[in-house]
Nanobody
Framework: QVQFVESGGGLVQPGGSLRLSCAASGSILSYTMGWYRQAPGKPRELVADITLGGLSYYVESVKGRFAISRDKNTVYLQMNSLKPEDTAVYYC?????????WGQGTQVTVSS
């Protein structure tokens, strides 16, 4: 089973940027991959996903600010114009309904 290791989170001021990375332990070349996030007291939600061919989906709240990309067995999430409501632990995994075990995630905190 492929495992995922997320990195790149941190503390950033509102309006700032971060780039998250997700390294897979095996091949993900045949999978649609997604970035998810879970804020305190809220369920985990899909933020964005990207197909094998590079087609992407974004939840409405991040459209125009976030960009998902992939390169071999790594998936990235470029986050710009960050807002306090983006504060959460961010995870990567396969598309909804196909998810495997979750990694530890990477904490993103947006605060002044």
């Amino acid at each position: 089973q492929v495992q995922f290791v997320e990195s790149g989170g941190g503390l950033v001021q509102p309006g700032g940027s971060l780039r998250l990375s997700c390294a897979a332990s095996g091949s993900i070349l045949s999978y649609t991959m997604g970035w998810y996030r879970q804020a305190p007291g809220k369920p985990r939600e899909l933020v964005a996903d990207i197909t094998l061919g590079g087609l992407s989906y974004y939840v409405e709240s991040v459209k125009g600010r976030f960009a998902i990309s992939r390169d071999k067995n790594t998936v990235y999430l470029q986050m710009n114009s960050l807002k306090p409501e983006d504060t959460a632990v961010y995870y990567c995994n396969r598309a909804p309904g196909e998810t495997s075990s979750w990694g530890q995630g990477t904490q993103v905190t947006v605060s002044s």
